[in-house]
Antibody
């Protein structure tokens, strides 16, 4: 069974940092690009970042470019999202997704709250 | 960036009746490789989203056949032939033809009358 399990969320002060992890299982991790998508409280879905299976390419939404970094460790079947200079508008549930030609399988999400 | 516009944003439906959601893109989603990367996701209350339809009209595994997708170019539709109670939730269209960024519609909230 394909599973994606996010972790690392929590409460952080504005300007602070946090790193999210997503542990994958049930498929050949290195063959799939991975994404992060977020959902603010009571809001819709917003794409954050994507990374290729071999980490050769990473892309970002303009709203997080220069502040967030996506990476992956194929030996650990894990994708990460390092978030720096956090702002109130970054408060959201963060989901990791597997890509199979398009975004497909979602994790359960992890909540990030940016507040003083 | 490609803007995705859904309508309606709220959709009250009687059980057993059909439902239809429209999704329009600000530019054609036809890729040069011949595919059209328009997808539909369902988010039930309190749950993560799940993909229902990929590349306009292909149902994902386990998705009931009462769900169907159609369209081309800039106009797309998700149809539910007979709404059931478990269909309550928010439906999103998403494009992955022109990225980055991948872009979602605003979401359509389906509720039972």
């Amino acid at each position: 069974e394909v599973q994606l399990v996010e972790s690392g969320g929590g409460v952080v002060q504005p300007g602070g940092s946090l790193t999210l992890s997503c542990a994958a299982s049930g498929f050949t991790f290195s063959r799939h690009p991975m994404h992060w998508v977020r959902q603010g409280p009571g809001k819709g879905l917003a794409w954050v970042s994507r990374i290729d299976g071999d980490s050769t390419s990473a892309t970002y939404a303009d709203s997080v470019k220069g502040r967030f970094t996506i990476s992956r460790d194929n030996a650990k079947n894990t994708v990460y999202l390092e978030m720096n200079s956090l702002r109130g508008e970054d408060t959201a549930v963060y989901y990791c997704l597997r890509d199979s030609g398009s975004p497909e399988i979602w994790g359960q999400g992890t909540l990030v709250t940016v507040s003083s | 960036d490609v803007v995705m516009t859904q309508s309606p944003l709220s959709l009250p439906v009687t059980l057993g009746q059909p439902a239809s959601i429209s999704c329009r893109s600000s530019q054609s989603l036809a890729h040069s490789n011949g595919d059209t990367y328009l997808h539909w996701f369902q988010q039930r209350p309190g749950q993560s989203p799940r993909r229902l339809i990929y590349k306009v009209s292909n149902r994902d595994s386990g998705v009931p056949d009462r769900f169907s997708g159609s369209g081309s170019g800039t106009d797309f539709t998700l149809k539910i032939s007979r709404v059931e109670a478990e269909d309550v939730g928010v439906y999103y269209c998403m494009q992955s033809t022109h990225w980055p960024p991948y872009t979602f519609g605003q979401g359509t909230k389906l509720e039972i009358k």
